[in-house]
């Protein structure tokens, strides 16, 4: 059950600078903690986050154990085009998330 | 500490539900009552976990709640029928229904709590089996419902029936238990806005579950809050869904009386 929240304008200016907030739902499990019964727990990691504007990267990012569980993500970038914002976490296990956002720029 | 504006609205809700009840007569006493000692656990928090929880693009919890949107809407079981079935909107039917739980249940003649009211209903109207304890399901379902009444002030029910039960909350709330020997009331009523080692000891009020807690990274309800300081103080905690943690959540209800929903509350 993967889930994710983005926040950000559905309507922009063009040029307009627009902040986007995306939280996630992962455990980020480090590999460094030990459960209850003192087994390790396995690395449980999103490694890799990317947000793409009509294809173009504009936000890329690595992940690392340091980062809490949910991770809260928020940055800018600038309105050019009415498009698809495109979000992708990738990281272990094979876990692969995407959500699509439409911006209407005027 | 800095009081912020929560404070300030959580000092008139008290002047106001105080005065209800003690009639206007005595002004000595309603003047009193303006500063209303009960504070939510929010005004304990730094100003960074506030702002986390005052907007909801920050807040995880809200993770939850979109998940128990998806399951109010989504038929189960094999009466093949939603929560929305029966109740459709949430956000019209369930407003102000979060703050007057636990309840008196007439068929099993005893008070039940939201989530365990979300139970009955899925087994006996959905015909689905129950969600387990602390699961994410239920918690996004109770989390959902509660955040439905958000800004809403607790209203326990003055249902009689649910007297005896709450007066059983209130003894095991003054109760010494585990081998520190402690009960609920010596840190939360008498060392309360003090400090336990780095973290604050606060009023226990009830009025954000279920919670979003940092150190739990997810979301978790009162009960699995209770069964935590149970431990805390090296008591063997109450099963989940036990009657007395249904006992304790009915007297910390009414001790919380008036203050105002919080869901989803985030917390150290």
Redesign the interface.
């Known amino acids: 059950?993967a889930?994710?929240?983005i926040?950000m304008p559905s309507v922009a200016k063009r040029g307009e600078v627009i902040e986007i907030?995306t939280?996630?739902?992962h455990?980020?499990e480090t590999g460094y903690r030990r459960g209850d019964e003192g087994a390790v727990l396995p690395r449980n990691l999103i490694r890799r986050f990317t947000c793409r504007y009509d294809g173009e990267v504009v936000v890329a990012a690595e992940l690392f154990p340091a980062v809490?569980?949910?991770p809260?993500l928020s940055f800018y970038t600038v309105a050019t085009t009415s498009g698809t914002l495109t979000f992708t976490w990738e990281g272990d296990n094979g876990f692969a998330q995407s959500e699509s956002v439409t911006i209407t720029v005027t | 500490m800095t009081r912020p504006r929560a404070a300030m609205r959580a000092r008139v809700v008290g002047l106001v539900f105080t005065v209800g009840l003690a009639g206007l007569g005595v002004v000595v006493w309603a003047a009193e009552s303006a500063s209303d000692p009960r504070r939510s656990g929010f005004d304990f928090m730094t100003p960074e976990l506030q702002a986390m929880q005052r907007d909801d693009a920050l807040n995880p919890g809200m993770l939850w709640i979109k998940d128990g949107e998806a399951l109010w809407n989504r038929n189960v079981g094999t009466a093949d029928r939603s929560c929305a079935s029966c109740h459709g909107a949430a956000t019209a039917t369930m407003r102000g229904v979060a703050a007057r739980y636990p309840a008196f249940d007439t068929a099993s003649g005893r008070p039940v709590t939201l989530s365990q009211r979300i139970n009955l209903c899925r087994v006996e109207r959905q015909r689905a089996p129950a969600f387990g304890f602390e699961s994410d399901e239920l918690l996004a379902l109770e989390g959902y419902l509660a955040h439905q009444s958000r800004g809403q002030p607790l209203a326990p029910p003055s249902d009689p029936r649910l007297e005896p039960f709450r007066a059983r909350g209130e003894r095991l709330f003054r109760q010494r238990i585990g081998q520190l020997d402690f009960s609920c009331a010596q840190c939360h009523d008498e060392q309360a806005g003090k400090r336990l080692a780095g973290s604050a000891i606060p009023q226990a009020h009830p009025n954000g579950y279920p919670i979003y807690r940092l150190e739990w990274q997810g979301l978790g309800s009162l009960e699995r809050r209770l069964r935590g300081c149970m431990s805390g103080v090296r008591a063997e905690p109450f099963a989940y869904g036990a009657p007395e943690l249904v006992e304790l959540e009915l007297y910390l209800a009414q001790r919380a009386a008036g203050l105002r929903i919080e869901t989803p509350a985030v917390r150290p």
Request: glycine share 0%; net charge positive; hydrophobic share 65%.
């Open positions: 059950m889930r994710a929240l926040t907030r939280l996630i739902a455990p980020m809490a569980a949910n809260l």
